[in-house]
């Protein structure tokens, strides 16, 4: 079993675990992010949110059958996907959580963020201590964003915490 952030990541975003993350599978955390954090599912935010997250899964699904197995998503991910695709959902996400629209999410927010979108608690904590490294109890997009973003591209980051231990990805080994 590998403890690649590319296994780490889709064995979160295949959340039924059978060996694909489906089109409703990746949607739903835009609404569970939303009702975490407190937004109405149908503020301008949360919409735009839903775009962004519909652009990336029509760029992982290769095949275009509403289904992205690990071998798409494995193909897909990397410095370029993020850039065209990921920075924006993630970012829309963070924004959903910024309920007061400072570009800083302290402990609590970012923790239902974080959990909201799959990670466990204690593994959500533990990142953002690791992202709040001036210790102001805040943590601004920008971090956020390059953190997720080192991690996915090498694999060197305080988000690793966030995603806690290797998930077994069904199908695989």
């Known amino acids: 079993m590998s403890d690649s952030p590319q296994h780490r990541i889709f064995a979160m975003l295949d959340v039924d675990g059978d060996g694909a993350i489906t089109h409703e599978e990746y949607l739903a955390r835009v609404d569970r992010v939303a009702s975490a954090v407190g937004r109405d599912a149908d503020h301008a935010i949360v919409a735009a949110s839903r775009t962004a997250h519909e652009a990336v899964f029509r760029d992982m699904d290769a095949d275009r059958d509403g289904r992205v197995t690990f071998e798409e998503y494995r193909t897909w991910v990397g410095h370029d996907a993020f850039e065209r695709s990921c920075r924006p959902a993630l970012g829309s996400l963070f924004d959903i ?56 591209t090498n694999a060197n980051s305080p988000m690793a915490a966030a995603y806690g231990a290797a998930q077994p990805v069904p199908g695989r080994s």
């Open 97 to 152: 959580a910024d309920t007061d629209a400072d570009g800083r999410l302290d402990r609590d927010r970012f923790i239902r963020l974080r959990t909201a979108g799959g990670n466990a608690e204690t593994d959500a904590a533990a990142a953002f201590d690791a992202l709040d490294t001036d210790r102001d109890g805040l943590v601004d997009r920008d971090a956020y964003l390059a953190g997720i973003r080192s991690f996915v």
